[in-house]
C-alpha cells in the first residue's frame, strides 16, 4: 500500500537548519508530486510547497522562499525538506504528502506520519 | 491573500447529519477539498474537487460549493467521525494552497 514515512523529531536552536526526509513507498514515485505542510500548536495548516520528483521542479510559498529547499532522491523513493535560519515559531509538526493522481488544483491523498520540529535555545 | 473560514466546532447526535461550512469570498470559483484528521493521526482525504469521494471513503460524506461557501455533509453521524475537519483550495492569485482553520465535529 502507499506510504510516507518521515524521519523522527527533531529539536533545535535558534539560527540552526533542519532537513525532514519522508520516504515513499507502494507507487511510482516519479508520477506524484509531494507536497509539504506544516501545523503549528493550534493553527491552520500552512502550506509549504511542493516537488515534482520526476524533474526535481519545485514551487514554494512565498513567506518560505530563501529558507526551504525541496529535493528528492529516486534512488531511494525519498523526498527532502531542508529549512535554514530556524526561529521558535517554526515549531511545527511538518507533514510531507502525495499529490492525488490527477489532481488539477493540488490536493493530496496520502500523508505521511508527521515530524515534530522544536525551535528552542 | 486568499481566506478561508470555518466554524470552529459541531456538535452533532449519532445518527444524524453534520454539516460543516468553510467560507471564502467567491469560494464558488475555486475548487474546494475537504480533510479528515483525527486527533494523534495524519490528515485523510474525504472529499475532492467540491463533491468527489476517494475510494474508501463512505457516500454518508457529501460535499457541495456554490457562491461564498463550501459544505461537508456528513450523513448519519457515526463516533468513529468524531475528528477534526479542514478545507482546502488552491488561490489562483498566488498560486498558493490555502487551508481552513478546521472544524472540530463532536458526536454526542
Known amino acids: 500500500q502507499v506510504q510516507l514515512v518521515q524521519s523522527g523529531a527533531e529539536v533545535k536552536k535558534p539560527g540552526a537548519s533542519v532537513k525532514v526526509s519522508c520516504k515513499t513507498s507502494?507507487?511510482?514515485?516519479?508520477?506524484?508530486?509531494v507536497h509539504w505542510v506544516r501545523q503549528a500548536p493550534g493553527l491552520a495548516f500552512e502550506w509549504m510547497g511542493w516537488i515534482n520528483p520526476d524533474n526535481g521542479g519545485t514551487k514554494y510559498a512565498r513567506k518560505f522562499q530563501g529558507r526551504v529547499t525541496m529535493t528528492g532522491d529516486t534512488s531511494i523513493s525519498t523526498v527532502y525538506m531542508e529549512m535554514t535560519s530556524l526561529r521558535s515559531d517554526d515549531t511545527a509538526v511538518y507533514y510531507c504528502?502525495?499529490?492525488?493522481?490527477?489532481?488539477?488544483?493540488?490536493?493530496?491523498?496520502?500523508w505521511g506520519q508527521g515530524t515534530l520540529v522544536t525551535v528552542s535555545p | 491573500s486568499y481566506v478561508l473560514t470555518q466554524p470552529p466546532s459541531v456538535s452533532v447526535a449519532p445518527g444524524q447529519t453534520a454539516t460543516i461550512t468553510c467560507g471564502g469570498n467567491?469560494?464558488?470559483?475555486?475548487?474546494v477539498h475537504w480533510y479528515q484528521q483525527r486527533p494523534g493521526q495524519a490528515p485523510v482525504l474525504v472529499v475532492y474537487d467540491d463533491g468527489d469521494r476517494p475510494s474508501g471513503i463512505p457516500e454518508r460524506f457529501s460535499g457541495s460549493n456554490s457562491a461564498n461557501t463550501a459544505t461537508l455533509t456528513i450523513s448519519r453521524v457515526e463516533g468513529a467521525d468524531e475528528a477534526d475537519y479542514f478545507c482546502q483550495v488552491w488561490d489562483s492569485d498566488s498560486d498558493h494552497q490555502v487551508f481552513g482553520p478546521g472544524t472540530q465535529v463532536s458526536v454526542l
Open positions: 507502494g507507487y511510482s514515485f516519479n508520477d506524484h508530486s
Open positions: 504528502a502525495r499529490e492525488r493522481a490527477g489532481a488539477t488544483t493540488g490536493e493530496v491523498d496520502c
Open positions: 467567491d469560494i464558488g470559483g475555486k475548487v
